[in-house]
């Protein structure tokens, strides 16, 4: 059980261009999901909470209008990054935390993203 | 906020022997602290955890052990394999909510010499 998926598991695009990513509960129920960005041999930099129904909260120093987060239901998560430019490429990584639950963060396998 | 420290950052041991990671904290208020095992090109995989209630923990060969007066803890390995190798990372939260942030200590690469 607590399996979180994501979806590209890798992209690669053009500068300019906007990238969606999606993160997803696949057997339980998230109230609360978190987006990550680790650089190479690095730590994961928290980037956001996303809460379902209301809007995300965005740690400092990460543009909101550029990092879109979407939680339109208790399984689904969304993050696009808009006008990505060659120093968005990273690591993108979520994880959830079950409704029933108030500690366990289950990660997701990651997305790859590549702006040339 | 909360800061998490964490030590060493790289590790080598032959395969068989134990591998010790240690971690402080700073906020006296985290009562919850996982451990994750990260493989190259995927994410975090929950390997243990730890309760500020609890001065031990232990699951078949990984251990780990909580000092909340001094704000450290440490995770054990015994027998260690080859598969063993990864990136290991310790966190911190204050857990009170779902959405409680979890903060992540810088990481130690893991090698096991076979």
């Known amino acids: 059980g607590a399996v979180v998926s994501q979806h590209p598991s890798r992209v690669i695009c053009k500068s300019g261009t906007s990238v969606k990513i999606e993160c997803r509960s696949l057997?339980?129920?998230?109230?609360?999901m978190f987006w990550y960005r680790q650089f190479p041999k690095q730590s994961l930099m928290l980037m956001a909470t996303?809460?379902?129904?209301?809007?995300?909260?965005?740690e400092q120093g990460v543009e909101k209008d550029k990092f879109l987060i979407n939680h339109a239901s208790l399984t689904l998560s969304t993050l696009t990054v808009t006008s990505a430019h060659p120093e968005d490429s990273s690591f993108y990584i979520c994880?959830?935390?079950?409704?029933?639950?108030?500690?366990?963060?289950?990660f997701g396998p990651g997305t790859r993203l590549l702006v040339l | 906020g909360e800061n998490v420290e964490q030590h060493p950052s790289t590790l080598s041991v032959q395969e068989g022997d134990s591998a010790v990671i240690k971690c402080t904290y700073s906020?006296?208020?985290?009562?919850?602290f996982p451990w994750y095992k990260q493989e190259l090109g995927k994410g975090p995989q929950l390997i243990i955890d730890?309760?500020?209630?609890?001065g031990e923990k232990k699951d078949q060969r990984i251990a780990v052990t909580l000092n909340k007066t001094a704000k450290h803890f440490s995770l054990h390995i015994t027998e260690t394999q080859p598969e063993d190798s990864a990136v290991y990372f310790c966190?911190?939260?204050?857990?009170?909510?779902?959405?409680?942030?979890?903060?992540f200590g810088p990481g130690t690469s893991l090698s096991v010499i076979p």
């Open positions: 994880s959830a935390t079950p409704s029933s639950g108030v500690e366990t963060q289950y």
């Open positions: 057997d339980f129920q998230a109230t609360t």
């Open positions: 996303s809460n379902e129904g209301s809007k995300a909260t965005y």
């Open positions: 906020d006296s208020a985290s009562n919850y």
């Open positions: 730890i309760r500020s209630n609890v």
């Open positions: 966190a911190a939260s204050g857990a009170r909510t779902s959405y409680d942030k979890v903060i």
